[in-house]
């Protein structure tokens, strides 16, 4: 099992090679098309600031390399934001793998939202043996709208996609890797996906 993680310079990397490791999968990084290309499964991980983080994407050319891939591909946090069409946050063209905008939550609420919270309505193998209401580690200022593509709900004032699916492509707004055994029964499912 050849696993990659997509260093593009903006990623919460260790702590996802860790997560495996505790699976007993050793991830690589890379930046390199044709090491990423020959994966079985592919991370897309991000921390920071949606516009930054496309530039850092469009500089190695890797924004035009993830929307080919066929492999199974996960997302996560920016990673999944990306993939969206769109982002309010520094008014970013995103990937397009999900057609879905990404919006900044209200003034209603406290940003970023971080710590614990729910995910429900699981709709996927990738949530296979997870329970509904099974609580998962996040930090962020920006969601997807609940769309077609969403496999997850989470409630922070309004309902918004926690997970995402598009064929191959997965996305998930949370930290599995940060999510005690909910989060690395989510990552063990995408090894096996």
Same mark, same amino acid.
């Given at each position: 099992?050849?696993?990659?993680? @997509?260093?593009? =310079? ?29 994966? +079985?499964?592919? @991370?897309?991980?991000?921390? =920071? ?15 035009? %390399? ?10 996560? #946090? %920016?990673?999944?934001?990306?993939? #969206? ?12 793998? /999900? ?5 900044? /939550? ?18 996927? +193998? %990738? ?7 099974? /609580? ?10 609940? #769309? ?10 309004? +309902? !918004?996609?926690?997970? %995402?699916?598009?064929?191959? /492509?997965?996305?998930?707004? !949370? ?19």
């Amino acid at each position: 099992m050849k696993l990659v993680i @997509i260093d593009y =310079g903006a990623g919460n990397i260790k702590s996802i090679q860790f997560a495996f490791k505790r699976l007993g999968y050793d991830a690589i990084l890379s930046n390199i098309p044709e090491e990423i290309k020959a994966a +079985d499964k592919v @991370i897309f991980p991000g921390v =920071g600031e949606a516009s930054s983080a496309m530039d850092m994407l469009k500089a190695s050319g890797l924004d035009v %390399l993830i929307p080919t891939l066929t492999q199974p591909v996960l997302g996560i #946090c %920016l990673g999944m934001q990306l993939m #969206c069409r769109s982002s309010e946050e520094g008014n970013t063209e995103g990937l397009g793998i /999900f057609d879905v905008a990404v919006k900044r /939550f209200d003034n209603s609420v406290k940003v970023p939202q971080m710590g614990w919270n729910t995910i429900a309505n699981l709709k996927s +193998d %990738l949530f296979k043996d997870v329970k509904n209401e099974a /609580f998962m580690y996040s930090v962020h200022s920006f969601y997807a709208e609940n #769309c077609k593509e969403s496999i997850a709900t989470t409630t922070y004032s309004i +309902d !918004f996609a926690s997970a %995402l699916q598009h064929n191959n /492509f997965y996305g998930v707004q !949370f930290h599995p890797e940060k999510s005690s055994t909910e989060g690395e029964q989510i990552l063990k499912n995408f090894i096996e996906l």
